[in-house]
C-alpha cells in the first residue's frame, strides 16, 4: 500500500504548533502512529486481555477514515477496511488483510491528559553541523566555547542573585511599613489590660484584612491573568523541564516579571508562603534567557551566544541557574549545587557540576555584598534570603538522642505524607469547583482573610504575656498584657513567616506557652496546606520549616515539663530537628537539604549526623505513603517524567509490546509537495527518513536517518530546494536552524506550493544520520535506560533488514 492512502487516515486537524510554544497534537492515536507525545483522540477500544491492546476495527465513520474529507493527495479511493501504513513487526505482512496489521495499547488517561511536548536534548550531528565543527576546529573554538560558557554561568548567577536582592529588599520594606503600622494601630486603638473593654481590636484586624487583601488580590489577578505558569514555587515545572518535557511560557520574561511581583505581594499579603521556591523558577529563567544572546519576547538578537542556541545547552544552563536561585535564597552555595542535582536535573555531568558550583558561589557572594551593604553591615555577614541566624552556643547532642532525633524523622514522615495527601486533594477540588479565573483570585483573598482572622482570634483569647528583654521582634506589641510585657501570641504573627521561623530556633526557653505552639501548629499547617496550589506566586519550603519547627520546639517544651532534670532539651536544637523532619516529611530531599541547614544556621558538621537521621526517617516513612510534593504535583497534572528507573509494569517486555506504528516516514528525495501536505495533515515532531524505496511504499524503506518537523518547515520557508540548490547552498549552514531557535514557525506560515508542486527535497544534509535505534526484540528496561540517558524524543525501531518496524516516544514509558 503507498503512503497516500496510508496518510487518509491521519488527523486532518491543524498543527498545534500555530504557537511555538503550544504543544503537538499526537494524530492518528488510534492508528498507533504516535511519534511525540501529546493529546491523544478520543475513542474507546476494547482491551485485549493478552497485554492490554486493542485492534480498533476500521470503518467509514470512525476517526480513522472520514467519508466527508477529501483524502490528502486526491485520492479517496481506500476503502474502509484496508490496514494503513504497515505493520509494527515485519513490512512483509499481507496488506490486503481484511483485519487492522497493527496493535494499539490502551491508554486509559488519554482523554485527560494535556498536550505536552518533549524538548531535543539530542544534538542532531547532521552534515551541516559536522562542517561546523570542522571548521571550528581550525578556529580552536572549542576553548573559546568553553570560556563563553563559563562566563555564561557566572553571569547567571550576578543576574540571579541582583534579581533576589531586589524582591528581598522591596519585601522587607513594605513588610516593615506594614507591620510598624499594625504595631501602632494596636497601640492606639488597643486599651491596656486594666481598661474594661477590649472591642477597639476590630481596627486593627480591619486594617491587617486590608493590608492582606490588597496586594494578595492583585498578585493573583496577576497571575491567573496575565501568566498562569507563575503560580506556585515553580520547582515542579523547572523539573519537568529539565527531565525533557517542554513546558509552555516557563522560561520567558513575562514570566519572570509576573513571577517576582507575584512573590512580593504574596509575601507581603501575609500568605503561608515564602519566597525562596520561586527564586529557583527566577533563576532559570534568566539563565534561559541569558544563554540565547536574544529575546523573543523583545523581538531582540544581540546576535552573541548563537552557538548555544538548541536545547541541549539551553538545558545546562537553566540548571546552572537554578542552583544559583537556590543558592541566593539560602545563602548555601554547596547546598544550591546539591538541590539541583539531586531534586531538578535529569542529567549531569563532571564539568557541569563545577559550572554550577562556581554560578552557585557567585550568586551567594553577589547577595552577600550587596544585602551587607544595604543593612550597613561592613563584614559581610549576610549570606541569603532565608537567614536563619546563627546558634549562640554551639550545639550538642548526645548519642541516647538519636533514637529521639529517628523519632521526630518519623513524626515529620507522617505529618508530611498527610500533607501532602491533604493538599492533593484540595487542589484537586479546586481545579473540578473553582475553573474561573475570577474565582481563583476570589479564593487567594479568602484564604489571607481566614489567616489573619485566624491570627486575630490566637491573639485575642490566648493570654500569653512575657517579660520585654527577649522579645524576638523588632515591634513587640503589648496588647492586654501588662507595662514591661510584650504579646507572645502577636509576636509569632506580626512579622513574616522567615522570622517566625528565626525566633523559634534562638528564643530562649519559656518564650512561648504550650498552648500557643500547639494552636500555632494546627493553625499553620491548616494554612499553609490551603495555601499551596492557590494562584499565587509562593514557595512551600518556608511554611514546612515554619510548621517543623513550631511542633520540634513543642515537643522539646513537653518533654521538659515531664522531666525537668533533662537538660538536654534545648528547645532551639529540636526546633531545627522538627524544622529538618517536617521538610524531609513534604519534599523528601536528604543531602542538599541537610547541607542547606546547616549552611543557614551555620551547626557545626558534627551534627550533620542528627540531621541526616532525621531527614532519612522522614523520607522512608513519607515514602511509604506517597511522593514528594514537587513528584506529586507532577503527577496531577499528567505530566509524562521520566523516573530513574521504568516501572514494574515494563519489565519483562520488549520493544515490540510497547513500539508506536504504523510510522510516516519521508523518502530522503521526496516531493515538497508531499511534505508539506503531511506536516499540514499530521502533528508528529519526528520522521524516519528512508531510501530503497519501491515506489510511494515509504514506510518499507530502508531507514538512513530521521528528519524533525522543525527543519522541515525551516525548509519550506527557506526555499531549500534542490532545483535552486546553486542558490541558497553558500549561505546554509546549522545557524540557518538556530536562527529560529526556540519559536518554530508553524505550518501555517509556509506559503502553499502553487508553483513549486514539482520541487524536491533533498534530506541528506539535513537530517541526523545516525538516530539512536533498537530492535524489536530488545527488552523495555534496557531501553528506558538509553532513551533516559541519552536525553532522546524519538528512538526508531528497526527490524533485521533495517526497515522500519514502529518508533517510541517518552509517552510509550507512561503507563496507565
Known sequence: MDDRKALIALNDELSADEDPILLPREAGQASKAVQDFGRYQSEEPSTSAAAGRVAPHISGNNHFLDDDQPPLLGDNSLPPNVPINGSAGSSNRNINSSEPIFHLRSRTAAASTPNYESLDYEVCENTLFQDEQRKRLTERFSLRKDIIRWIIFIQIGIITALIACTIDIIIEELSERKYTFLYNSVKKNVPLSDAADGSDLLIPYLYWLLFSILPVAFGAAMVTYIEPITAGSGIPQVKSYLNGVKIPRIVRIKTLAVKAIGVITSVVGGLAGGKEGPMIHAGAVVAAGISQGKSTTFVKDFRIFKAFRDDHEKRDFVLGGGAAGVSAAFGAPIGGMLFSLEEAASFWNQNLIWRTLVASIISVFTLNIVLSAYHGLNDFTFTGLFNLGKFDTPLKFDYFELPIFMLLGVTGGLLGAAWNSLNTKINKFRKRFIPWKIGKVIEAVVVAMMGVTLACLMIYFINDCRPLGNDPTNNPVQLFCEDNEYNAVAALWFQTPEATVRSLFHDPPGSHKILTLALFTVVYYVLSCATFGLNVSLGVFIPTALVGAAWGRLLAMLTYYAFPQAEFLHPGKYALIGAAANLGGVLRM???????????????????????????????????????????????????????????????????????????????????????????????????????????????????????????????????????????????????????????????????????????????????????????????????????????????????????????????????
Not at 521504568?646 to 520488549?654: A, D, E, S, V
Open 590 to 816: 536528604t543531602i542538599s537539604l541537610s547541607v542547606i541547614l546547616m549552611e543557614t544556621t551555620g551547626v557545626e558538621t558534627s551534627f550533620f549526623f542528627p540531621l541526616i537521621i532525621a531527614l532519612i526517617s522522614a523520607k522512608w516513612v513519607g515514602d511509604y505513603f506517597n511522593e514528594g510534593i514537587y513528584d506529586t504535583q507532577i503527577q496531577v497534572n499528567h505530566v509524562p517524567m521520566l523516573t530513574w528507573e521504568p516501572l514494574p509494569q515494563y519489565k519483562g517486555l520488549t520493544a515490540r509490546e510497547i513500539l508506536s506504528s504504523p510510522v510516516v516516514c519521508i523518502k530522503l528525495r521526496d516531493s515538497a509537495h508531499y511534505i508539506y501536505q503531511m506536516l499540514k495533515k499530521c502533528d508528529h515532531n519526528g520522521f524516519p527518513v528512508v531510501d530503497d524505496v519501491s515506489g510511494d511504499r515509504r514506510s518499507e524503506g530502508r531507514v538512513c536517518g530521521i528528519i524533525l518537523r522543525s527543519q522541515l518547515i525551516v525548509i519550506l520557508l527557506k526555499s531549500l530546494y534542490v532545483e535552486n540548490k546553486r542558490f541558497w547552498l553558500p549561505e546554509t549552514s546549522i545557524q540557518t536552524f538556530r536562527d529560529v531557535y526556540p519559536r518554530y514557525p508553524s505550518i501555517k506560515s509556509v506559503r502553499k506550493l502553487d508553483n513549486k508542486i514539482n520541487y524536491t527535497v533533498d534530506l541528506s544534509m539535513f537530517m541526523n544520520p545516525s538516530p539512536i535505534r533498537v530492535n524489536p526484540h530488545d527488552s523495555v528496561p534496557r531501553i528506558f535506560q538509553i532513551f533516559r540517558a541519552l536525553g532522546l524524543r524519538h528512538l526508531l525501531v528497526i527490524n533485521n533488514e533495517n526497515r522500519i518496524a514502529g518508533i517510541i516516544t517518552r509517552r510509550d514509558f507512561i503507563y496507565k
